[in-house]
C-alpha cells in the first residue's frame, strides 16, 4: 500500500536538549496513525517537523512524496492541520475563519455542512472567541478538513470535548477514514486511540519506544487494557 | 484572484471592526483639516500668494492617514499576527506570503484613499480648496508616498521580533514623522535647522512633493526625492518579501 507520510530517522534538538532523536516512521493512505507520549515527550516537535514548521536536524520527510519545505504551497493544498495551539484574528466570526480558510484552497468542501456536522452550525454567526473550548476545538477540526484533504494532522484531537462530542468526532472520522482520507493524530486519550488508530507510536524524551499496533502493545506490555499498555510501555507507569 | 478578493474583503471587514485606523486615518485628518479650516478659512498662505492657506497644508493632512497607516497599522498587524500565530495557520495552507503581505499593505492604501477623498471634498465644498496642478502629477506624487511609506511599515511588521518592538518601532517612526514632517506641524514654521533635519524623512519629501504637485507650482528639483521615495518602497517591500517569517 502506497506510504503517504514517510519519516526516516528524524532527529531536532533544541540547543543542547534533544526533543526527537531518530525517529522513524510511516504511514500507509487511508489508514490512521496515532502519535503517543506523555507532555514533553516530542509529539508537537515530530508533528511540526514534518509539516515543516520546524526544520530538522537531520533525517528525511516526505508526505504525499513531497517535500513539505520545498514544495509547501503544492503539498498544503492536499492536506488539513489542526495544530494544538489554536490561533485566529482576535475579532473573527466562524464564517469567516471558515470562509478565509475555504478561499486558499482550489476545490474545498462546503464549510456550512462541515460546521452541521460536527455540531456547532448554529455558531457561524459567533465571534470564534467566545465559543467554547468543545466548540472551538470541533471548528479547527472543521478548518483542518475544509481543504477536502489527502491527509490531516490532528495535535491533540478532542482536547476538551465531552463524551458525546468526543464520540462524534471519531465517527466522522472513521467514516472519512473509510473514504481514503490518512489520519494523523496525537492523544491523550487511550480510548480514543483504540478506537480509530491502525498503527501507534509510543515516544519516551524524543524516542520511539513501542511502534505497532494496539494489539501488539497490548500483548508486548502482557496488560489486558491498552491504557495500562501504554503506562507501561511509554515508562510512565508507576509501580 | 479569488483568494486575492476573499482574504481583502475578510480582513478589511476585520480591520473596520477594530475601529483603530477609522479614528486615526480617517477621522483625525478631517479633524485637523475642519480645524485649520475655522482658523484660516480662505487666506491666502502667505503675502503674495495667490493659493490659500488650506491649499498648502491639504497635502500634509493626507500624510497624516499615511503615516497611521503605513507606520502604525500595518506594522502592528503583521507583528500582532505572528505573535497570534496566525501565520503558522496560513503557513500550513497553500498562500504564499507574497499574497498576504499584499492583501494587508493594500488594507492601508484604501484607509489612505478613502481619507484623500473625504479631505479634498470637506476642503473643496467648505473652503474651496481645489487643484491648481495637474491629476495626474498630485495622484503620483500622493501614490509614492503611500508606497514609500507603507513598505517601510510592511518591513517592520515583517522583521520584528515580536509585537512589542514592533510597536516601539512603530512609535518611533510614526511620531517624529507625524509630528516633525509637516503633517500636523506645518513645515513652514519650523525653524531652519529643524526643517534640514527632517528633510531626511520619505514622508517630509511626499509632503514636499504633494504639496508642488497640488499647488501647480515646479516639481523639477524633485527628482532626487522621488528616486530616493522609489528606492525606499523597493527596498522595503523586497526585504519584506524576502526576510518574511510566519514565526
Known sequence: ?239 | MKTFCALLKNELKLNIRNMNMVIFAIILPLVVLVILGFLYGTNPAAGGTDYTFLEQSISAQCAISICAGGLMGLPLVVAEYRERKVLKRFQVTPISPGILLAVEFLIYVLYALVSLIALLLVSGLAWDVHLRGTWVSFAGSWLLTVLSTLSIGMMVGGIAKNTKSASVIACVLYFPMLIFSGATLPFEVMPEIVQKVIRVFPVTQGIQLMKSAFLGLSVEHFTLPILVMLAVALACSGIAVKYFKWE
Open chain 1, 1 to 239: 500500500m502506497e506510504e503517504v507520510v514517510k519519516v526516516e530517522s528524524l532527529t531536532k534538538a533544541y540547543g543542547a536538549l534533544p526533543a526527537i532523536d531518530h525517529v522513524s516512521l510511516s504511514v500507509k493512505r487511508g489508514t490512521a496513525f496515532g502519535l503517543l507520549g506523555a507532555n514533553g515527550a516530542g509529539k508537537s516537535t515530530t508533528i511540526e517537523c514534518i509539516l515543516g514548521t520546524k526544520r530538522a536536524d537531520s533525517g528525511n520527510v516526505s508526505v504525499l512524496t513531497l517535500d513539505p519545505r520545498k514544495d509547501r504551497r503544492r503539498l498544503f493544498q492536499k492536506v488539513g492541520v489542526q495544530f494544538q495551539e489554536c490561533d485566529y484574528q482576535p475579532e473573527i466570526k466562524v464564517s469567516e475563519l471558515c470562509e478565509e480558510t475555504a478561499c486558499l484552497y482550489k476545490s474545498p468542501v462546503d464549510w456550512r455542512e462541515l460546521c452541521e456536522q460536527f455540531g456547532i452550525g448554529d455558531k457561524t454567526g459567533s465571534p470564534v472567541k467566545s465559543l467554547s473550548d468543545g466548540e472551538r476545538q470541533r471548528l479547527f477540526i472543521v478548518l483542518a478538513l475544509i481543504p477536502k484533504p489527502q491527509v490531516v494532522f490532528l495535535d491533540e484531537l478532542t482536547t476538551g470535548l465531552d463524551a458525546r462530542a468526543r464520540r462524534g468526532v471519531w465517527k466522522i472520522l472513521k467514516e472519512l477514514k473509510d473514504g481514503g482520507l490518512t489520519i494523523f493524530l496525537t492523544s491523550h486519550f487511550m480510548d480514543e486511540v483504540e478506537a480509530l488508530c491502525d498503527e501507534i507510536c509510543i515516544l519516551q524524551k524524543g524516542r520511539a519506544v513501542f511502534y505497532g499496533t494496539v494489539a501488539q502493545a497490548k500483548e508486548k506490555s502482557g496488560c489486558e487494557n491498552f491504557e495500562d499498555a501504554y503506562l507501561k510501555l511509554s515508562g510512565e507507569g508507576i509501580e
